[in-house]
C-alpha cells in the first residue's frame, strides 16, 4: 500500500497529462447513437444534371422582347423588292429573311395598315397564319392582299433574353487546396498551424445574358466556370430579384437553395420553376470555410478544414495533421533530432477523445481507443465539422513512460554486452 502511495505521489507530482485531463472520461464510440455519430459523406448521391436544366419545348413559344424577321407583299418588300438576308442566326441558326419586328412589352407586334397584332404565348407558325389572315382579310379587317396571291415569311430573328447575375465564392477554375499550405506547414513544424483550403480565392461576378429557355441553373453554371469547386457549398442559391419580388420582401420568401448532392433516402424535390431563372435574379456559389475541425493535447493546437465531398475518420485525422500514431509518442510536428527514444522507448499514446456539439448546443466527450481503432473500423468515429479532437496518454501509459525516462536500461544491457563479449574472447584465445 506504501508503494503504491508513493507511486501515485511520484507520477502526479510531475504534473501528468492523463490525470489531469478533464475529457479523459468519455462515451465510448460503441455506445454512441447513430444520430451522435453523423452520416458518412459516401452515401450522398450527386443529384442528376438533367434536373438543373429546363426542357425545351417542342416549339418556341413568344413573348415580349423577341424579335421577329417579317415579309409579307405590299407591307414588307412591295412587289419585287427583295426582303434583306440576316448571315449571323443566334445559336447556331439557319439565315432568316425579312425585316425586323419586335414583340413589344405589351406581346403585340406592329405591322404597317394593320392594328397591333398579339402575339404572345402563339409560336412562329401561327403569328405567319394571322399576318396572311389579317393582310387577306379573313380576320375581319380590310383585305389589303387577294389570298391566293399572299406572299408572308415570319422567322424568329432572335430570342428574348434574361439578364442573370452570379457571384461564386470558390477558387478560380474550380480548384481547391486540400493539402497542406506553405505558410501552414512552417506554422506546423513549429508546433502550432492552421491549414489552409482557400488560398487564391477570390470573389467573382458575372453577368449573363441568357435566351429564352435556356435561362436555368446549369446553363449559368457551365457559362460562369462550372459547378462548384471543392471549397464552396455542394449548392447553388438562387435569390429572386424579379419584378414580382420587392425590396422590401422577406428575404427567406426570395431564396431558394438546390442542393447537389443528396442521401438516398432524402426527396428529391427540385421543380422546374426552381430552376427556372429570370431577369433579376442572382445565382450565389457560397464558400465553405467554415467546416474545419480543431485539435489539442499531443497533436497540437490547429484547425484543419474538412474535405467536402470525402469522409474523415479519427485515424485519418490525426494522419493528416502528422500526430503521434503507433511511434511511441513522437510528434512529426515539431523539429527532433532523432525518430526513436533511447532504451526501450515510450508507450504509445492511445487515448483521443472528440468533443462534439449536439444540435441542441449540448457537448459530448466521445471516448476513441486508438489500439482498438486500428484494428477494428467500428471504433473510427467519422469526424464532422467543429470537432475538436484532444489526443492524450492513459495512466498506464503515462506511468511506464515516466519509469522509461528515469530509468535507462541501457546500462544493463551494455553490461551483458561486455560480458558476453568477454566469453567469447576466452574460448577464442589460447
Known amino acids: 500500500m506504501t508503494r503504491t502511495?508513493?507511486?501515485?505521489?511520484?507520477?502526479?507530482?510531475?504534473?501528468?497529462?492523463?490525470?489531469?485531463?478533464?475529457?479523459?472520461?468519455?462515451?465510448?464510440v460503441n455506445r454512441l447513437p447513430a444520430e451522435v455519430k453523423g452520416r458518412p459523406k459516401a452515401d450522398l448521391r450527386a443529384?442528376?444534371?438533367?434536373?438543373?436544366?429546363?426542357?425545351?419545348?417542342?416549339?418556341?413559344?413568344?413573348?415580349?422582347?423577341?424579335?421577329?424577321?417579317?415579309?409579307?407583299?405590299?407591307?414588307?418588300?412591295?412587289?419585287?423588292?427583295?426582303?434583306?438576308?440576316?448571315?449571323?442566326?443566334?445559336?447556331?441558326?439557319?439565315?432568316?429573311?425579312?425585316?425586323?419586328?419586335?414583340?413589344?412589352?405589351?406581346?403585340?407586334?406592329?405591322?404597317?395598315?394593320?392594328?397591333?397584332?398579339?402575339?404572345?404565348?402563339k409560336t412562329v407558325k401561327e403569328v405567319e397564319r394571322l399576318l396572311r389572315d389579317a393582310i387577306t382579310g379573313k380576320s375581319g379587317g380590310p383585305e389589303i392582299v387577294k389570298p391566293g396571291a399572299a406572299r408572308v415569311s415570319v422567322q424568329l430573328l432572335q430570342k428574348r433574353q434574361h439578364q442573370i447575375l452570379v457571384v461564386r465564392q470558390d477558387s478560380p477554375g474550380g480548384a481547391s487546396n486540400q493539402g497542406v499550405s506553405p505558410a501552414g506547414l512552417g506554422n506546423l513544424l513549429g508546433g502550432v498551424g492552421v491549414f489552409s483550403?482557400?488560398?487564391?480565392?477570390?470573389?467573382l461576378g458575372f453577368t449573363l445574358n441568357l435566351p429564352a429557355y435556356e435561362n436555368d441553373i446549369l446553363r449559368a453554371l457551365n457559362a460562369s466556370g462550372?459547378?462548384?469547386?471543392?471549397?464552396?457549398?455542394?449548392?447553388?442559391?438562387?435569390?429572386?430579384?424579379?419584378?414580382?419580388?420587392?425590396?422590401?420582401?422577406?428575404?427567406?420568401?426570395?431564396?431558394?437553395?438546390?442542393?447537389?448532392?443528396?442521401?438516398?433516402?432524402?426527396?428529391?424535390?427540385?421543380?422546374?420553376e426552381?430552376?427556372?431563372?429570370?431577369?433579376?435574379?442572382?445565382?450565389?456559389?457560397?464558400?465553405?470555410?467554415?467546416?474545419?475541425?480543431?485539435?489539442?493535447?499531443?497533436?497540437?493546437?490547429?484547425?484543419?478544414?474538412?474535405?467536402?465531398?470525402?469522409?474523415?475518420?479519427?485515424?485519418?485525422?490525426?494522419?493528416?495533421?502528422?500526430?503521434?500514431?503507433?511511434?511511441?509518442?513522437?510528434?512529426?510536428?515539431?523539429?527532433?533530432?532523432?525518430?526513436?527514444?533511447?532504451?526501450?522507448?515510450?508507450?504509445?499514446?492511445?487515448?483521443?477523445?472528440?468533443?462534439?456539439?449536439?444540435p441542441d448546443h449540448r457537448q459530448i466527450a466521445i471516448r476513441v481507443d486508438l489500439n482498438k481503432a486500428l484494428i477494428d473500423p467500428r471504433e473510427r468515429i467519422l469526424i464532422q465539422p467543429g470537432d475538436i479532437l484532444v489526443m492524450q496518454e492513459r495512466l498506464g501509459e503515462a506511468i511506464t513512460r515516466y519509469f522509461s525516462q528515469r530509468f535507462s536500461l541501457l546500462g544493463m544491457f551494455n553490461v551483458f554486452r561486455r560480458s558476453d563479449a568477454n566469453a567469447v574472447l576466452s574460448t577464442t584465445l589460447p
Open 197 to 203: 483550403g482557400g488560398e487564391g480565392k477570390r470573389g
Open 5 to 28: 502511495a508513493i507511486l501515485f505521489f511520484v507520477v502526479t507530482a510531475c504534473g501528468c497529462a492523463s490525470l489531469t485531463n478533464p475529457v479523459a472520461d468519455g462515451v465510448p
Open 274 to 358: 426552381d430552376i427556372i431563372l429570370n431577369d433579376g435574379d442572382v445565382v450565389s456559389i457560397e464558400s465553405r470555410e467554415s467546416e474545419v475541425f480543431y485539435t489539442a493535447g499531443l497533436i497540437g493546437s490547429l484547425v484543419v478544414p474538412l474535405p467536402r465531398d470525402t469522409d474523415l475518420d479519427v485515424l485519418q485525422a490525426i494522419a493528416l495533421v502528422r500526430g503521434p500514431l503507433v511511434n511511441g509518442s513522437f510528434t512529426q510536428t515539431a523539429f527532433t533530432s532523432s525518430a526513436v527514444n533511447s532504451g526501450i522507448g515510450n508507450p504509445n499514446a492511445s487515448l483521443c477523445t472528440v468533443l462534439r456539439q449536439l
Open 47 to 121: 443529384v442528376p444534371l438533367t434536373l438543373l436544366r429546363q426542357k425545351t419545348p417542342t416549339e418556341y413559344i413568344l413573348s415580349a422582347g423577341d424579335v421577329l424577321a417579317v415579309s409579307a407583299n405590299e407591307i414588307f418588300a412591295p412587289g419585287d423588292q427583295i426582303p434583306p438576308v440576316r448571315l449571323n442566326g443566334q445559336g447556331g441558326q439557319a439565315p432568316v429573311v425579312g425585316y425586323p419586328v419586335p414583340v413589344r412589352d405589351d406581346g403585340t407586334i406592329s405591322i404597317p395598315l394593320l392594328s397591333p397584332l398579339s402575339v404572345r404565348g
Open 226 to 272: 462550372g459547378l462548384p469547386g471543392s471549397d464552396a457549398k455542394n449548392e447553388v442559391v438562387i435569390v429572386r430579384g424579379g419584378r414580382n419580388y420587392c425590396d422590401g420582401a422577406d428575404p427567406a420568401s426570395r431564396t431558394i437553395r438546390i442542393p447537389l448532392r443528396i442521401y438516398p433516402d432524402q426527396p428529391l424535390t427540385i421543380r422546374e
